[in-house]
């Protein structure tokens, strides 16, 4: 308890933040120097990597998220496994920073989702209490369940981390997560957290990376820069059926997850398709069209209408696939949409850093969720702390 007061009284501290998204790529951690807390946080990047995961481990954590292929014990194994991933990954990004472990004032971690069931429950796995042992670093993880408990959605949870460190007070800016699903944060100019809006707009890469996982017999695992996809045509019978989906015309707030666009849906497209002749070029080219028509169509449908849009800002491993960019570019052809590092941002470590934020704000004793986006009936500390 010393060492948590000790971290508490500091103004500044050194802070790792882990990521673990639906796309399964890897873990991504970063080291962060935060400044102050809340709305006065101030933000410096010091390192970041990604830590692919083993093809075998992808499998498991793959299986355990499918309802026909999981069970309790590989939940279980995979808890622990994860925690070790994870307190590996953070070391070796010291290890490479010439940072020493007992440096680090706090990790932030988001874990593996595992199911989702948004405003009923919802597990994320990694356990904290294993990096808090491997590391010898507080711990802050678990993040979600706080909100469930409290009678939100759980996600997203990023959008208080945007409001304070992507608020402007003249532009009204869309930031546009493109991870394994897509995700928008609406920051009204000059609006206060009450008037942040947040959802997921739809699947993302997920989709598009189990269709090429398919169509290729397991030697791809993404369509590298969208090139294959740029080779083909829309499908419009297959763009219609995926755009019957009853989740693009539900009301925010909502969240979703593998649960509705992971490999049980892909597979059963792809497998039609596919006994139809389409080529995997034009399967591709469809599917890339229809994350970025779903989040076009998600503005039409509930933003614009309520607000003038200034900037689009993408992040996440959607925003380097350049077919995807140009489509969803021609979708939204009267307003600006730039990337991550065209505002100073780097992209890939923007989920990652969120977490490290949230950890913080749990050190300060600050609420650290928005009830106005995922629909709690209040704000709360979301985190449980394992001592190091």
């Known amino acids: 308890m010393n060492r948590l007061w000790q971290i508490y009284e500091k103004k500044e501290r050194l802070v790792a933040g882990i990521m673990s998204g639906t796309s399964l790529d890897g873990i991504d951690v970063v080291l962060v120097q935060i400044t102050d807390s809340g709305l006065c946080s101030q933000i410096r990047q010091v390192a970041f990597k990604t830590v692919d995961y083993q093809p075998a481990v992808k499998e498991i954590i793959r299986a355990a998220c499918q309802v026909e292929s999981s069970d309790v014990a590989s939940i279980c194994f995979l808890n622990f496994k994860l925690g070790e991933l994870f307190a590996d990954a953070v070391s070796e990004l010291c290890r490479e920073s010439n940072i020493a472990l007992s440096e680090l004032d706090l990790i932030g971690s988001h874990g593996q989702t595992i199911w989702h069931q948004p405003g009923d429950s919802t597990l994320q796995i990694g356990e904290a209490a294993v990096i808090a042992e491997r590391t010898g670093v507080i711990t802050?993880?678990?993040?979600?369940?706080?909100?469930?408990?409290?009678?939100?959605?759980?996600?997203?949870?990023?959008?208080?981390?945007?409001?304070?460190?992507?608020?402007?007070?003249?532009k009204t800016r869309l930031l546009q997560n493109i991870g394994g699903i897509a995700n928008v944060t609406v920051l009204p100019a000059g609006g206060g957290s009450e008037t942040v809006i947040a959802f997921d707009t739809g699947p993302g890469n997920m989709m598009l990376d189990f269709a090429i996982h398919l169509l290729s017999n397991g030697q791809l695992s993404f369509d590298q820069d969208g090139k294959i996809a740029g080779q083909g045509s829309l499908h419009q019978d297959m763009?219609?059926?995926?755009?019957?989906?009853?989740?693009?015309?539900?009301?925010?707030?909502?969240?979703?997850?593998?649960?509705?666009?992971?490999?049980?849906?892909?597979?059963?497209?792809?497998?039609?398709?596919?006994?139809?002749?389409?080529?995997?070029?034009?399967?591709?080219?469809?599917?890339?069209?229809?994350?970025?028509?779903?989040?076009?169509?998600?503005?039409?449908?509930?933003?614009?209408?309520?607000?003038?849009?200034?900037?689009?800002?993408?992040?996440?491993?959607?925003?380097?696939?350049?077919?995807?960019?140009?489509?969803?570019?021609?979708?939204?052809?009267?307003?600006?949409?730039?990337?991550?590092?065209?505002?100073g941002f780097d992209g890939d470590a923007k989920e990652a850093v969120a977490f490290a934020i949230l950890a913080n704000e749990v050190i300060n004793g600050h609420t650290n969720n928005l009830p106005t986006v995922t629909g709690a009936r209040q704000p709360v500390i979301m985190g449980k702390i394992s001592l190091g």
């Open 140 to 170: 802050v993880a678990d993040f979600r369940v706080r909100d469930v408990a409290a009678g939100g959605q759980g996600a997203p949870l990023v959008p208080y981390t945007e409001y304070l460190l992507y608020r402007h007070p003249q």
């Open 239 to 343: 763009l219609a059926e995926l755009n019957s989906h009853p989740y693009l015309t539900q009301q925010p707030p909502k969240t979703t997850g593998r649960e509705m666009f992971g490999d049980q849906y892909t597979s059963k497209i792809i497998g039609n398709y596919r006994e139809q002749g389409v080529s995997t070029a034009d399967m591709l080219a469809t599917l890339t069209y229809f994350t970025a028509s779903s989040i076009a169509n998600a503005y039409r449908q509930f933003i614009f209408p309520r607000q003038q849009v200034d900037e689009v800002i993408l992040s996440g491993g959607g925003s380097r696939n350049q077919t995807l960019l140009k489509m969803l570019r021609r979708e939204l052809s009267n307003i600006p949409v730039y990337v991550q590092e065209d505002i």
